[in-house]
């Protein structure tokens, strides 16, 4: 199946600093990805839709100030969180479809990354 | 807007024993996934089975299966034959087919396979 990397899987940060993480598609081209955010023994929440080429898609009630989204390329999206503050401290997961658009499309989700912000 | 439900959010099976995790959904969108994902304590998200909302046939991949009734807009997994590997969080979703492949997922069902 098609991979998708995140980096890094695990950072710790201060309040008041911000932090970027990066998503990549390793053998496939993804003009779409996607970015959740997950609490702990939570549900995944759509934060974002990154798009290739244009501006992202945020879900309602998401800050596009505080998660920038940016899609430099067809195999990576960055999120940065910027100014983190401890409620920021999350597990972020970012996903891409693989298949044609509008029919089944199986997504392949990275890893993750744990934030901290102390 | 569409919702998933999960009602159950543990769940415990022993050993080679069967277990149905159930998922009920609300769309009025009459093309849509469903999916099933396992998300063990590190953290990735594993893909188990899909089912297309026009698909005549429930999905089966290997011990999973995905019993779809459409008329009652549920789609509850049944992982026969449990593994103590088995033991995750299990999370239904689904996914608009022009929704730009958006999931939306439930709350999840922590199950725990015992010997």
């Known amino acids: 199946g098609a991979v998708v990397s995140q980096h890094p899987s695990r950072v710790i940060c201060k309040s008041g600093t911000s932090v970027k993480i990066e998503c990549r598609s390793l053998?496939?081209?993804?003009?779409?990805m996607f970015w959740y955010r997950q609490f702990p023994k939570k549900s995944l929440m759509l934060m974002a839709t990154?798009?290739?080429?244009?501006?992202?898609?945020?879900e309602q009630g998401v800050e596009k100030d505080k998660f920038l989204i940016n899609h430099a390329s067809l195999t990576l999206s960055t999120l940065t969180v910027t100014s983190a503050h401890p409620e920021d401290s999350s597990f972020y997961i970012c996903?891409?479809?693989?298949?044609?658009?509008?029919?089944?499309?199986?997504?392949?989700f990275g890893p993750g990354t744990r934030l901290t912000v102390l | 807007a569409q919702k998933i439900t999960q009602t159950q959010p543990g769940m415990f099976v022993q050993e080679k024993e069967a277990v149905t995790l159930d998922c009920t959904y609300d769309?009025?969108?009459?093309?849509?996934?469903l999916f099933w994902y396992k998300q063990p304590s590190s953290g990735e998200m594993i893909f188990l089975i899909y089912?297309?909302?026009?698909?005549?046939q429930n999905a089966t991949e290997g011990r999973y299966s995905l019993n779809f009734q459409k008329a009652r807009k549920s789609a509850n997994l049944v992982i026969s034959a449990s593994q103590l590997g088995d033991s995750a969080m299990y999370f239904c979703?689904?996914?608009?087919?022009?929704?730009?492949?958006?999931?939306?997922f439930g709350t999840g069902t922590q199950l725990k396979v015992e010997l």
């Open positions: 996903s891409a479809p693989f298949g044609l658009a509008g029919f089944y499309n199986e997504q392949f």
């Open positions: 769309t009025s969108d009459p093309s849509y996934g």
């Open positions: 979703a689904m996914s608009l087919t022009g929704g730009g492949n958006k999931l939306t």
């Open positions: 990154s798009n290739e080429g244009s501006k992202a898609t945020y």
């Open positions: 089912q297309g909302s026009y698909d005549q």
């Open positions: 053998d496939f081209q993804a003009t779409t």
